[in-house]
């Protein structure tokens, strides 16, 4: 796989030239897993309509979906090597580069609602986190928000007891990890795109996920059950490749920014939205029962999961989780 990424990289140098090149446009590729029709795909949309539209046509950007050009690993490494320019990959997608500051997003019930995210990632937190991302030839250029997970398997899902022995689904987050051993559970690092076939073939019981990403991968067809928890939370860091970011002429460099808040502001605002029809369009296919759990039942499961937060304070940093619980407001719930 690295051969091709890096053939890939060469054909793309070649091809673009560098931005003196005036006549041929400046292309972004811009791959990304999830569907065009959910709050990431639609975002990166609006991105390429307004980088395209600021930049008079100087900038073609072109929106690869669905893991059509990389999966999950391959897509950072791709990026790294130049051989894509931009991407959004989750907060959980950091750690195997050596980042394993965002995977704070991860820590369960740490964010009450999105308007409190938002405190962390306009304020000096995030703008620091995004900096950890130069030493690793990457730009941070955004935050952009899916929304809260949810639990979902073959077995119904209400007491902390019930993810004992099953097996589930994770991004390759440590602190997901940590999560489902918490519960019992055997958690198993899997690439989004394989998601499906897993749980349709058994070799995973489920899978946490917002309620857009499990419509879209039609993953609601091979789950019995789907519990709504919103114990965690799915958000990106749109990421640029450093060098093609900063060889990038000042004014597109500026009218490619200009995009960009406008694209984060757009999707941003849709995404609570775009959850919840998902969340209507599985209750109206009748293949998935939806549990909704009592109050008691949530601070079962939350309770349960308090202990994560200890366990991965040496990976995470204790400094890090205090600063981020402080931003939330949410120190003296754990
Ligand atoms: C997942 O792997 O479950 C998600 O991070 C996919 C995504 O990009 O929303």
Known sequence: MRNLILAAASVAALVLGGPAEAQSPIVIKFSHVVAADTPKGKAAEKFKELAEKYTNGKVKVEVYPNSTLYKDKEELEALQLGAV?????????????????FEVFD????????KTLRKVTDGPLGARLLTLLDKKGMTGLAYWDNGFKEMSANKKLIAPADY??????IQSS?????????????PQVMAFSDVYQALQTGVVDG???TWSNMYTQ???????????????????????????????PGDIREECTKAMKEATEFGNSQSAKENEEALEEI??????????????????????LMPVYKEVANRVGQPLIDEFMKETGRSAMH
């Open 218 to 248: 039609k993953m609601h067809e091979v789950q019995k059950y789907a519990t709504i928890t919103n114990h965690g939370y799915i958000g990106y860091v749109v990421v640029v490749n450093k060098k093609f970011w900063d060889g990038l």
């Open 85 to 101: 320019q931009m991407l959004a990959p989750s907060n959980s997608k950091f750690g195997p580069i050596g980042i394993k500051e």
């Open 207 to 209: 899978q946490e996920n």
């Open 164 to 169: 004992k022995g099953l097996k589930f689904r």
């Open 174 to 186: 440590k602190v997901l990890e940590a999560q489902f051993r918490t519960l019992g559970a055997i």
């Open 283 to 304: 209750k109206k296919s009748g293949k998935t029962e939806i549990i909704t759990l009592t109050p008691e039942q949530n601070e079962a499961m939350r309770q349960a």
């Open 107 to 114: 820590l369960p019930y740490i964010l009450p609602d999105l």
